[in-house]
């Protein structure tokens, strides 16, 4: 999730740029409309993106060690393509966002902190920093309709689920289990 912001900050200048051209002789001209400008800079990100994907899935996935909680489960080959598409949903998602929100701001860098901190907003309230139990009543909205609320879900469900849980008494985050249950059969559910 960290990439998001470099990645915006790479695709805005050279927007800013292609809009101006476009704004300047094609729009007059009537060449083509706004639709097929933005159609067209999406899908010409499609082939980077999916190689891009595939390098980030490549140097994460496997080097982290997800795919030995496929190959426990049995599904390894099903496993792997799902998280490949996740991250690949990530990187369309930031690249048509980081378009979204260009398209109508003058400079690169005001677009960029706008969706900076859209972003960050969307990253707070998605779950990872508190759970929607933790947030105010208000605020709940803003789980629901965080686009990366579905997406760490995902990427959590397709690398961690069927894995066994192992109780350490050496674990950085203590699990206090409630009742005087033991950390196995308060966990059991989860496996």
């Known amino acids: 999730m960290t990439l998001f912001g470099t990645l915006v900050q790479q695709i805005m200048p050279n927007f800013v740029t292609q809009r101006s051209l ?9 060449a083509y409309s ?35 909680n496929a190959k426990i489960a049995g599904e390894l080959d099903e496993r792997g393509f799902l998280m490949f598409l996740l991250i690949w949903a990530f990187y369309m998602f ?25 972003f960050m907003l969307c990253l707070i309230f998605c779950g990872v920093l508190g759970s929607k139990d933790v947030l105010p009543s208000f605020w709940i909205f803003t789980y629901r309709i965080s686009p990366l609320t579905y997406l760490v879900s995902a990427i959590l469900s397709v690398g961690v689920a069927k894995a066994p849980v192992v109780c350490s008494s050496i674990e950085i985050v203590k699990v206090v289990p409630p009742n005087g249950s033991t950390c196995g059969k308060y966990l059991s559910p989860f496996t």
């Open 22 to 30: 476009y704004e300047a002789r094609e729009r007059p001209s009537k």
């Open 34 to 68: 706004w639709k097929a400008f933005l159609l067209s800079n999406i899908i010409v990100e499609l082939p980077w993106k999916t190689l891009i994907a595939l390098l980030a899935f490549l140097l994460w996935y496997y080097p982290i060690g997800m795919y030995k």
């Open 94 to 118: 930031a690249s048509t966002f980081a378009r979204m929100m260009i398209a109508g701001i003058e400079t690169a860098e005001a677009g960029g902190n706008i969706s900076n901190l859209l």
